[in-house]
């Protein structure tokens, strides 16, 4: 085993060393340093993208649809005692039961006043490599849960790890008393396996090299020097460098502005003359409706436009042209 | 002599979202905008390289449910419809930008875009799919698989069945569609349980993805890392790990290409900017303002944008696709130094951030594909299947749990938001199952019963809804379907129990949850 832990630690230090090595893809934004672990570092950024990203498929409109109704409630429960067990990460697991009134009303006519006074409990069994039989675990540990819980989130801070819980009643005697059993899961490690095979070997620095490459962390090749040297030569001058913060998927523009104002100005020409006059607006020829009128909209920039509107009559012998002028100024 | 491989790998998927009973339906937009932003311009730019003889290798993934939502005849019209509506608004806004020319000019590439999307689509029919199929049996496009309606299979372990029937209902469609079995899967968010290898073997597919940690973290130790695939322990079934590295590049708002000054700005829409009598007609038509996907500036920084530049864009474009292809051309000869073998860069993206969010997303991928192939020779362009045709030694390994979502496991869809789902998914998962063991053969009503049992839980177990909880925005939709299809499941158990299907109401359910018209229900066991 010591053996096994010193290789770890070796290991874990030459990835620590890489990750210190950091290796800016472009200028990066100052993230303000929290004190965080290095491990949590890398946890916050994976999948953030991927999310945010995903999230802008579902771009549209917010909050829409209150008059659309919702169907009916989903059954409360399904008329089956059951717990089942599933890994939310390396060190969470979570946890949804359901004990029918049928099973409680049994437990209750045996116990009598005993059933009152227990405790509901959930017992974290570890059972990592063993067939459980109930008596058998590595350890366990409990949680007390309230009367009308029906799910929790249990810290088990063991990656790597087979899990089984019992959701059950603690007896005033200090028995405890099984109500329902979960399936087991096993929850996954947190880092590289220790396990190695003979055919496929690999030395210890050569691996935490790719290991460091893998996740796109640290850098000790000429990949990154090169690769800085290129983007500060030719893509990224000033603008980027400046660190001033890019519209990010991640909070979305609208939610960063506070107060503000925005002020635009369009301009509506419109008119009529007869349903089968040619009209021409700044000498570019317009479709009238059918009752002869017309309606255009300009945005309005500042300053002045002149706006020459033509009509031709339908045998080409009548010519009027209006021309209104409009100056825009904002200050 | 190339040193190495770059795989890229596009996923591309959208729920089930088909509403024959609305005439106009919100989120239905969300097809309409992938097809004219993201499906079509991969298209031309894919058709400009093939045009050119570029000998390029893409693979994608293309979702059982995007598929059946590109294939379906009202999807289709309504789409029409869409683009028409966006043709007249561009006009419009040619015209009111008369005096603008810096937007003039861009209102006038989105008119070319509408009619070039519309275009498009009437060439193939209507039909994107023919398009993907087109290069696939050039040989230059590897289409791949997800799942039925991409369940995140890891939340699924308790019921492993439905692990098979998302997998099972998927293969068959694709082979209904594209004429052959498919080769790869794209794990639903990348979703890996150790284990769900053994109903990919039994499907007949050969390789899958997973995320960087799901290949490090296995055991034992895999001895390339990331940069060679590994055979799952027990069935063979291959696994390729994400680069983190080329990933980061593209997919980080921050620090990655789409975050520069001179792209197009993703979150400044005309359909939230302009006057709103103006745009009214153009919106929803319960008068939400929603995006129109025109949009004329540029990211610019903090405050005041400006407006979008699009030779700038397309300058820099190249410049990105060049520095892409330096990178990985930098990494490979490192990586073949260091592991005296040909590496594999396995690169997947999202395909609806290509042109969707990164508007020159598709424009890069262009230039990057025709850099590689021409300007250089350490890397070479591959799919998995060649890759394994031509290095099929590889190590076995026991990949670890893993995703691409938040946090790399299963806590996006797996928190406060959604976790409730779970205990209606699984019971509507063992009455499946039950249905299947006591109606093995069925026939007439009893099989359009169960038939449409399966597609409501199916369309239920969407990872998309719980995503979208998980979120916070869209909330009421995400959990109308969840309840909505278990409900309808749950009243088909019932009566199917009780021997008292009712024909009209399955009739009008049928109607509206089409997906999978020659569903087998016996792929639930």
Same mark, same amino acid.
């Given at each position: 085993?010591?053996?096994?832990?010193?290789?770890?630690?070796?290991?874990?230090?030459?990835?620590?060393?890489?990750?210190?090595?950091?290796?800016?893809?472009?200028?990066?934004?100052? @993230?303000?340093?929290?004190?965080?672990?290095?491990?949590?570092?890398?946890?916050?950024?994976?999948?953030?993208?991927?999310?945010?990203?995903?999230?802008?498929?579902?771009?549209?409109?917010?909050?829409?649809?209150?008059?659309?109704?919702?169907?009916?409630?989903?059954?409360? +429960?399904?008329?089956?005692?059951?717990?089942?067990?599933?890994?939310?990460?390396?060190?969470?697991?979570?946890?949804?039961?359901?004990?029918?009134?049928?099973?409680?009303?049994?437990?209750?006519? #045996?116990?009598? #006043?005993?059933?009152?006074?227990?405790?509901?409990?959930?017992?974290?069994?570890?059972?990592?490599?063993?067939?459980?039989?109930?008596?058998?675990?590595?350890?366990?540990?409990?949680?007390?849960?309230?009367?009308?819980?029906?799910?929790?989130?249990?810290?088990?801070? +063991?990656?790597?790890?087979?899990?089984?819980?019992?959701?059950?009643?603690?007896?005033?005697?200090?028995?405890?008393?099984?109500?329902?059993?979960?399936?087991?899961?096993?929850?996954?490690?947190?880092?590289?396996?220790?396990?190695?095979?003979?055919?496929?070997?690999?030395?210890?620095?050569?691996?935490?090299?790719?290991? +460091?490459?893998?996740?796109?962390?640290?850098?000790?090749?000429?990949?990154?020097?090169?690769?800085?040297?290129?983007?500060?030569?030719?893509?990224?001058?000033?603008?980027?460098?400046?660190?001033?913060?890019?519209?990010?998927?991640?909070?979305?523009?609208?939610?960063?502005?506070?107060?503000?104002?925005?002020?635009?100005?369009?301009?509506?020409?419109?008119?009529?003359?007869?349903?089968?006059?040619? @009209?021409?607006?700044? #000498?570019?020829?317009?479709?009238?409706?059918?009752?002869?009128?017309?309606?255009?909209?300009?945005?309005?920039?500042?300053?002045?436009?002149?706006?020459?509107?033509?009509?031709?009559?339908? #045998?080409?012998?009548?010519?009027?042209?209006?021309?209104?002028?409009?100056?825009?100024?904002?200050? | 002599?190339?040193?190495?491989?770059?795989?890229?790998?596009?996923?591309?998927?959208?729920?089930?979202?088909?509403?024959?009973?609305?005439?106009?339906?919100?989120?239905?937009?969300?097809?309409?905008?992938? %097809?004219?932003?993201?499906?079509?311009?991969?298209?031309?730019?894919?058709?400009?390289?093939?045009?050119?003889?570029?000998?390029?290798?893409?693979?994608?993934?293309?979702?059982?449910?995007?598929?059946?939502?590109?294939?379906?005849?009202?999807?289709?019209?309504?789409?029409?419809?869409?683009?028409? *509506?966006?043709?007249?608004?561009?006009?419009?806004? &040619?015209?009111?930008?008369?005096?603008?020319?810096?937007?003039?000019?861009?209102?006038?590439?989105?008119?070319?875009?509408?009619?070039?999307?519309?275009?498009?689509?009437?060439?193939?029919?209507?039909?994107?799919?023919?398009?993907?199929?087109?290069?696939?049996?050039?040989?230059?496009?590897?289409?791949?698989?997800?799942?039925?309606?991409?369940?995140?299979?890891?939340?699924?372990? &308790?019921?492993?069945?439905?692990?098979?029937?998302?997998?099972?209902?998927?293969?068959?469609?694709?082979?209904?569609?594209?004429?052959?079995?498919?080769?790869?899967?794209?794990?639903?968010?990348?979703?890996?349980?150790?284990?769900?290898?053994?109903?990919?073997?039994?499907?007949?597919?050969?390789?899958?993805?997973?995320?960087?940690?799901?290949?490090?973290?296995?055991?034992?130790?895999?001895?390339?890392?990331?940069?060679?695939? &590994?055979?799952?322990?027990?069935?063979?079934?291959?696994?390729?790990?994400?680069?983190?590295?080329?990933?980061?590049? &593209?997919?980080?708002?921050?620090?990655?290409?789409?975050?520069?000054?001179?792209?197009?700005?993703?979150?400044?829409?005309?359909?939230?900017?302009?006057?709103?009598?103006?745009?009214?007609?153009?919106?929803? /038509?319960?008068?939400?303002?929603?995006?129109?996907?025109? *949009?004329?500036?540029?990211?610019?920084?903090?405050?005041?944008?400006? /407006?979008?530049?699009?030779?700038?864009?397309?300058?820099?474009?190249?410049?990105?696709?060049?520095?892409?292809?330096?990178?990985?051309?930098?990494?490979?000869?490192?990586?073949?130094?260091?592991?005296?073998?040909?590496?594999?860069?396995?690169?997947?993206?999202?395909?609806?951030?290509?042109?969707?969010?990164?508007?020159?997303?598709?424009?890069?991928?262009?230039?990057? %594909?025709?850099?590689?192939?021409?300007?250089?020779?350490?890397?070479?362009?591959?799919? /998995?299947?060649?890759?394994?045709?031509?290095? /099929?030694?590889?190590?076995?390994?026991?990949?670890?749990?893993?995703?691409?979502?938040?946090?790399?496991?299963?806590?996006?869809?797996?928190?406060?938001?959604?976790?409730?789902?779970?205990?209606?998914?699984?019971?509507?998962?063992?009455?499946?199952?039950?249905?299947?063991?006591?109606?093995?053969?069925?026939?007439?009503?009893?099989?359009?019963?169960?038939?449409?049992?399966?597609?409501?839980?199916?369309?239920?177990?969407?990872?998309?809804?719980?995503?979208?909880?998980?979120?916070?925005?869209?909330?009421?939709?995400?959990?109308?379907?969840?309840?909505?299809?278990?409900?309808?499941?749950?009243?088909?158990?019932?009566?199917?129990?009780?021997?008292? %299907?009712?024909?009209?109401?399955?009739?009008?359910?049928?109607?509206?949850?089409?997906?999978?018209?020659?569903?087998?229900?016996?792929?639930?066991?």
């Amino acid at each position: 085993m010591s053996i096994l832990r010193r290789i770890k630690e070796k290991l874990k230090n030459i990835i620590r060393s890489l990750k210190r090595t950091a290796w800016a893809v472009v200028p990066q934004k100052k @993230v303000k340093q929290e004190a965080r672990k290095p491990a949590e570092d890398k946890k916050a950024f994976m999948g953030q993208q991927e999310t945010a990203v995903g999230k802008t498929k579902f771009y549209t409109a917010e909050e829409h649809g209150a008059s659309r109704g919702m169907p009916q409630e989903l059954p409360a +429960g399904y008329g089956e005692d059951k717990i089942i067990l599933q890994v939310r990460d390396p060190r969470w697991l979570h946890s949804y039961w359901e004990v029918t009134s049928p099973t409680y009303d049994r437990l209750k006519r #045996d116990l009598k #006043d005993d059933f009152h006074k227990a405790k509901r409990l959930l017992r974290v069994y570890d059972v990592s490599q063993i067939i459980f039989n109930g008596n058998n675990a590595h350890s366990f540990f409990d949680i007390q849960v309230s009367e009308y819980t029906n799910n929790w989130y249990i810290d088990t801070s +063991g990656p790597g790890r087979s899990w089984c819980v019992d959701f059950g009643l603690l007896l005033p005697d200090g028995r405890f008393m099984t109500i329902v059993r979960s399936n087991t899961v096993s929850t996954p490690i947190e880092g590289p396996s220790w396990i190695t095979d003979e055919e496929w070997m690999i030395p210890e620095e050569m691996f935490a090299r790719l290991y +460091g490459m893998g996740f796109g962390l640290g850098r000790s090749s000429a990949v990154g020097k090169a690769w800085q040297e290129k983007v500060k030569k030719e893509l990224f001058s000033g603008a980027l460098s400046s660190g001033a913060s890019v519209a990010s998927p991640v909070r979305g523009a609208r939610e960063d502005r506070k107060f503000w104002l925005v002020v635009n100005t369009e301009l509506i020409v419109y008119g009529a003359t007869e349903p089968d006059a040619k @009209v021409y607006v700044q #000498d570019k020829q317009i479709k009238l409706k059918h009752d002869g009128t017309f309606s255009m909209r300009f945005a309005l920039p500042n300053g002045k436009q002149v706006i020459p509107v033509k009509a031709i009559s339908p #045998d080409n012998k009548e010519e009027r042209t209006i021309t209104p002028v409009v100056t825009k100024e904002t200050r | 002599m190339h040193k190495g491989y770059l795989c890229l790998v596009l996923h591309s998927h959208l729920p089930y979202v088909r509403h024959p009973e609305h005439e106009a339906f919100l989120e239905e937009d969300w097809l309409y905008e992938a %097809i004219t932003e993201t499906y079509i311009p991969l298209i031309l730019r894919l058709e400009s390289l093939m045009n050119d003889r570029v000998d390029f290798r893409l693979t994608m993934s293309l979702s059982p449910t995007l598929i059946s939502m590109l294939t379906d005849g009202l999807l289709q019209e309504r789409y029409l419809r869409h683009i028409n *509506k966006l043709i007249e608004l561009s006009h419009k806004e &040619v015209e009111r930008t008369r005096w603008q020319p810096e937007f003039q000019r861009l209102a006038r590439m989105y008119l070319d875009n509408f009619y070039q999307a519309r275009n498009t689509f009437e060439r193939f029919n209507r039909n994107l799919v023919f398009a993907f199929k087109g290069f696939q049996d050039a040989g230059k496009l590897e289409i791949i698989t997800c799942g039925a309606t991409h369940g995140f299979f890891p939340l699924m372990d &308790v019921c492993r069945e439905s692990v098979r029937a998302q997998i099972r209902v998927a293969v068959s469609h694709y082979e209904s569609v594209f004429g052959r079995k498919p080769r790869g899967i794209w794990l639903p968010e990348s979703g890996y349980h150790p284990g769900h290898d053994e109903f990919l073997k039994e499907a007949g597919i050969r390789y899958f993805f997973t995320d960087s940690h799901g290949i490090l973290h296995g055991s034992p130790r895999p001895k390339y890392g990331v940069f060679a695939p &590994v055979y799952c322990k027990g069935t063979g079934v291959a696994s390729f790990g994400r680069d983190l590295e080329s990933s980061k590049q &593209v997919w980080s708002s921050v620090d990655g290409y789409p975050g520069d000054y001179a792209y197009r700005e993703f979150y400044r829409d005309i359909g939230f900017d302009l006057d709103y009598e103006y745009i009214k007609p153009y919106i929803h /038509p319960d008068g939400v303002r929603i995006n129109t996907g025109i *949009k004329y500036y540029r990211i610019t920084g903090n405050g005041n944008k400006e /407006p979008y530049n699009p030779d700038w864009a397309r300058d820099r474009a190249g410049d990105h696709a060049g520095n892409f292809m330096f990178n990985r051309e930098k990494q490979v000869e490192y990586l073949y130094e260091l592991m005296q073998r040909k590496p594999i860069i396995v690169s997947p993206y999202d395909a609806e951030l290509f042109g969707h969010w990164w508007y020159e997303g598709p424009m890069w991928l262009e230039f990057l %594909i025709r850099k590689v192939v021409f300007d250089q020779k350490t890397i070479r362009l591959t799919t /998995p299947s060649e890759y394994l045709a031509e290095n /099929p030694r590889n190590q076995v390994i026991t990949p670890s749990l893993s995703s691409w979502g938040w946090k790399g496991y299963s806590e996006m869809w797996l928190q406060g938001q959604n976790d409730w789902i779970y205990r209606h998914l699984h019971a509507a998962s063992g009455r499946m199952t039950e249905l299947v063991k006591s109606f093995p053969c069925a026939q007439g009503l009893l099989k359009r019963g169960l038939q449409q049992a399966l597609r409501e839980l199916l369309l239920a177990q969407s990872s998309d809804w719980a995503f979208i909880m998980g979120t916070g925005t869209h909330i009421p939709y995400a959990v109308r379907r969840t309840k909505e299809h278990l409900l309808r499941f749950n009243r088909i158990y019932e009566e199917v129990k009780s021997n008292s %299907i009712d024909e009209q109401w399955l009739k009008d359910i049928e109607s509206k949850d089409n997906i999978f018209p020659d569903i087998d229900y016996r792929a639930h066991q």
